[in-house]
């Protein structure tokens, strides 16, 4: 009899479609007109003109499966079955991404990125993209990366494709967070924007604008030597310098991400000193 070897799509191990090409050869052969195939090796296709290819398609699910063949001489010599196996994976990985750990804001555009991925084949690649539509090039899986935000302030997504052994791509799937590389504004009135005053603890006024929360603020005297940051509020008690004269007050905001505003100022005249008069008679 002849004697066969089947190869199921070039010999891989896996596959993510379930029609594969099968490669037939045959060796001991006067001539060999016929061949059949199976799934089991007990259920046979009926027997067709041989070749030495043909598209064949797996049965679902997923798992390990086989393919048998049998050919047949002129002499009616039928070959002992011959059987190639592959793994069927249609399944997609599953997955995530967190930016920053899942941060709600960012002040750099490079970021940090967490990645998670379960197939059950394993899982071999992933690729990236700012706006789900351009794609990174396909790079080893691993469970953190490094990325780039699209520049220009404000909510930024990142996708994330991962692909398994077999092929199949799972995704995207994404994450946010809010760029902000802008320091915040604002600003500080002394005493309700009163010109003077004779007692030297004043009260602040102070407002704060950004895009994202503002955390924290400071005070100086000169705008060179600054206290300790402090917890944002609209108002605080401050004690100006001794003297009588003009005084200046400054002051920064920081927010959430440590973007700090440029020095913001008032200034009021302190006047401790009461007036004179004379009396003429």
Same mark, same amino acid.
């Given at each position: 009899p002849p004697v066969c070897t089947v190869v199921i799509a070039g010999g891989a191990t896996y596959t993510a479609q379930p029609s594969v090409t099968l490669s037939l050869s045959v060796t001991l052969l006067v001539s060999v007109p016929l061949r059949r195939f199976s799934h089991d090796g007990a259920t046979w296709t009926a027997w067709e003109s041989y070749a030495t290819m043909r598209?064949? !398609?797996?049965?679902?699910?997923?798992?390990?499966? +086989?393919?048998? +063949? /049998?050919? /047949?001489?002129?002499?009616?010599?039928?070959?002992? +079955?011959?059987?190639?196996?592959?793994?069927?994976? !249609? !399944?997609?990985?599953?997955?995530?991404?967190?930016v920053n750990g899942g941060a709600l804001y960012t002040g750099v555009p490079t970021v940090t990125l967490t990645l998670g991925a379960s197939d059950t084949n394993g899982v071999v690649q992933m690729r990236f993209s700012n706006n789900g539509t351009t794609w990174s090039s396909w790079q080893p899986y691993a469970v953190t990366a490094a990325w780039t935000l699209a520049s220009g302030d404000g909510l930024k997504t990142v996708y994330v494709e991962y692909r398994d052994v077999a092929g199949n791509i799972g995704g995207p799937f994404s994450d946010t967070i809010i760029l902000d590389t802008t320091p915040p504004g604002g600003s500080i009135i002394i005493d309700s924007g009163a010109t003077y005053t004779r007692i030297p603890t004043v009260t602040l006024t102070l407002e704060a604008t950004d895009a994202i929360p503002v955390t924290q603020m400071r005070f100086s005297h000169d705008g060179l030597t600054w206290g300790s940051w402090e917890p944002y509020a609209d108002s605080r008690l401050w004690n100006l310098t001794p003297g009588d004269g003009v005084k200046t007050v400054y002051v920064q905001f920081r927010d959430t991400v440590g973007n700090t505003s440029a020095p913001l100022a008032d200034s009021i005249i302190l006047d401790t000193t009461p007036p !004179?008069? /004379?009396v003429f008679i």
């Amino acid at each position: 009899p002849p004697v066969c070897t089947v190869v199921i799509a070039g010999g891989a191990t896996y596959t993510a479609q379930p029609s594969v090409t099968l490669s037939l050869s045959v060796t001991l052969l006067v001539s060999v007109p016929l061949r059949r195939f199976s799934h089991d090796g007990a259920t046979w296709t009926a027997w067709e003109s041989y070749a030495t290819m043909r598209t064949w !398609t797996l049965p679902l699910p997923d798992g390990v499966r +086989a393919v048998y +063949a /049998q050919v /047949q001489d002129t002499p009616g010599n039928l070959s002992v +079955a011959c059987s190639d196996s592959i793994i069927l994976d !249609t !399944t997609p990985p599953t997955g995530f991404v967190l930016v920053n750990g899942g941060a709600l804001y960012t002040g750099v555009p490079t970021v940090t990125l967490t990645l998670g991925a379960s197939d059950t084949n394993g899982v071999v690649q992933m690729r990236f993209s700012n706006n789900g539509t351009t794609w990174s090039s396909w790079q080893p899986y691993a469970v953190t990366a490094a990325w780039t935000l699209a520049s220009g302030d404000g909510l930024k997504t990142v996708y994330v494709e991962y692909r398994d052994v077999a092929g199949n791509i799972g995704g995207p799937f994404s994450d946010t967070i809010i760029l902000d590389t802008t320091p915040p504004g604002g600003s500080i009135i002394i005493d309700s924007g009163a010109t003077y005053t004779r007692i030297p603890t004043v009260t602040l006024t102070l407002e704060a604008t950004d895009a994202i929360p503002v955390t924290q603020m400071r005070f100086s005297h000169d705008g060179l030597t600054w206290g300790s940051w402090e917890p944002y509020a609209d108002s605080r008690l401050w004690n100006l310098t001794p003297g009588d004269g003009v005084k200046t007050v400054y002051v920064q905001f920081r927010d959430t991400v440590g973007n700090t505003s440029a020095p913001l100022a008032d200034s009021i005249i302190l006047d401790t000193t009461p007036p !004179t008069c /004379q009396v003429f008679i």
